[in-house]
């Protein structure tokens, strides 16, 4: 398989040759896999099997008049969850038919236990009732695999354990760490004041590399701010994309150093699409542009300089990061947008300014980053690195594509797999890109066949991190 493309600006190798394949797998296939293999399979065979134990029964009653209710009961679930997902603009693509049959064999099962309690035997009573959970969790199975969120059953339970990440340490501890050399860096868990947003949000965190402990004051290193998806936490890079791997490899190939990483919080809530702009939905990009930068250069000694701060971003956060780019280049001059759309979206255009902007046509407009460009005029500095997803049929002018890695199942991650591509990517990344030039920005289209999984945008990422250090000024190794 092959590697990922280098970056658009030539940059000095920070890596030590890998086979990036072999990272994949050591990095996603680690623990009880959730994507593939015996589990997925085997909780959906037992939701199957108990299912159809409670619905063969032999009254005419039963076959007649109940079951069809109950089927019918399952298809209006299934066709309502699917209208949702559509109308409120939840999916990037078109979700695996299979999730539509879990969630409408959950109603099924539903029903068949409310339906068929009066006058069954317990055993089918049992297998009704036993059949509601592991259909919810088949859904929930399909549903991961579509997105590639949580690739093991130890990543899943972290995660909603709230676990500890990798190298968490306390903000109180940093202080007896400064003139160390630790061999990686730390992760520390922050809570930035909303003093100019009034933004509600999570606990975010801050990753400082090993060479930030050196001295007797910490040095004033770049920052990158990390974005996830529309579903996320703040430590979705590091639970889900599963980052730290290879940014602890190239730290330790850089004599220590990389940029500051942020891992902000975008939404407030798992489920609250913000987009990272103002509005009915809370000011998540005051967040991201006053509370975030103020705090980070205050309490950890990072650099002001905008030439030396990035962002990155991945779906709706690919989206977000060219928005900050070009709506603040006093702040970003460096993105990198991994499969994000054209610009904010919750649906249609019409539906996208009524959610987001509360039907403010001109606020809609102050985040459009086409409109955003034409307006601003010529940009200074500003370069953009955007990872785009193709179906196979399409080819690009000026594209470098590439294949993103699977491991050894075609369907981890189901998301795009079925060639019809998310309409408000098709042709984003060349439109956002063509304006940019032509206002000045540098930037470059990589495009992959793949699915729009938490795998692909950690392969993007770990592709294009050796071009953020050089953009950000961290390429020269520490003499």
């Known amino acids: 398989m092959p590697v990922l493309a280098a970056p658009p600006t030539p940059a000095p190798p920070q890596l030590p040759p890998a086979n990036l394949n072999l990272d994949y797998q050591n990095t996603f296939h680690h623990g009880i896999s959730l994507l593939h293999g015996w589990l997925p399979m085997t909780v959906e065979i037992l939701a199957a099997m108990l299912l159809a134990v409670a619905v063969v029964r032999g009254t005419r009653t039963w076959w007649l008049?109940?079951?069809?209710?109950?089927?019918?009961?399952g298809v209006i679930g299934a066709a309502a969850a699917r209208w949702y997902v559509a109308d409120e603009g939840l999916a990037s693509d078109p979700a695996p038919a299979l999730l539509w049959v879990c969630v409408g064999g959950t109603a099924t099962a539903s029903a068949v236990a409310v339906l068929g309690w009066p006058g069954t035997r317990r055993w089918r009573r049992s297998a009704a009732i036993l059949a509601i959970p592991l259909a919810l969790s088949s859904t929930?199975?399909?549903l991961n695999q579509w997105v590639g969120y949580y690739p093991t059953a130890q990543s899943a339970w972290s995660a909603l354990t709230a676990g500890p990440l990798p190298n968490q340490t306390d903000q109180s501890a940093l202080p007896a760490l400064r003139g160390t050399s630790p061999t990686t860096g730390r992760i520390v868990p922050v809570r930035i004041p909303d003093t100019g947003s009034g933004f509600p949000h999570r606990t975010e965190y801050v990753y400082l590399p090993p060479a930030w402990f050196a001295g007797p004051t910490p040095p004033a290193f770049p920052v990158v701010m990390m974005i996830g998806g529309e579903f996320n936490t703040p430590a979705d890079w590091i639970r889900s994309g599963q980052i730290m791997p290879a940014v602890d490899r190239f730290t330790t190939a850089n004599g220590g150093r990389a940029p500051i990483m942020v891992f902000v919080d975008s939404s407030g809530s798992f489920n609250n699409d913000t987009e990272c702009v103002n509005g009915p939905r809370g000011d998540a990009a005051d967040h991201l542009t006053r509370d975030v930068p103020n705090y980070v250069v205050s309490t950890f000694g990072a650099s002001a300089d905008p030439a030396q701060w990035a962002a990155v971003g991945w779906s709706m956060g690919g989206t977000c990061a060219v928005d900050l780019a070009v709506m603040h280049p006093e702040l970003i001059r460096t993105f990198v947008d991994i499969a994000g759309d054209l610009g904010p979206v919750s649906g249609?255009?019409?539906?996208?300014?009524?959610?987001?902007f509360g039907g403010d046509v001109e606020k809609w407009a102050a985040f459009d980053p086409l409109t955003v460009m034409t307006k601003h005029g010529p940009y200074t500095g500003t370069a953009g690195l955007f990872d785009d997803l193709a179906p196979p049929q399409r080819s690009g002018s000026g594209r470098t594509r590439r294949t993103a890695p699977t491991g050894d199942d075609d369907n981890?991650?189901?998301?795009?797999?079925?060639?019809?591509?998310?309409?408000?990517?098709?042709?984003?990344?060349?439109?956002?890109?063509?304006?940019g030039r032509e206002v000045g920005i540098d930037c470059t289209i990589h495009t992959t066949q793949g699915g729009h999984t938490w795998q692909f945008a950690s392969a993007a990422f770990?592709?294009?991190?050796?071009?953020?250090?050089?953009?950000?000024?961290?390429?020269?190794?520490a003499t």
């Open 462 to 477: 770990m592709s294009s991190l050796p071009w953020i250090a050089a953009r950000t000024g961290m390429s020269i190794p």
């Open 65 to 73: 008049i109940q079951l069809p209710v109950c089927v019918q009961v």
């Open 140 to 142: 929930g199975i399909v």
């Open 412 to 435: 981890v991650g189901m998301g795009g797999h079925d060639g019809v591509p998310d309409t408000g990517e098709v042709g984003a990344a060349e439109k956002l890109c063509t304006r």
């Open 348 to 356: 249609n255009k019409e539906q996208t300014i009524a959610r987001l």
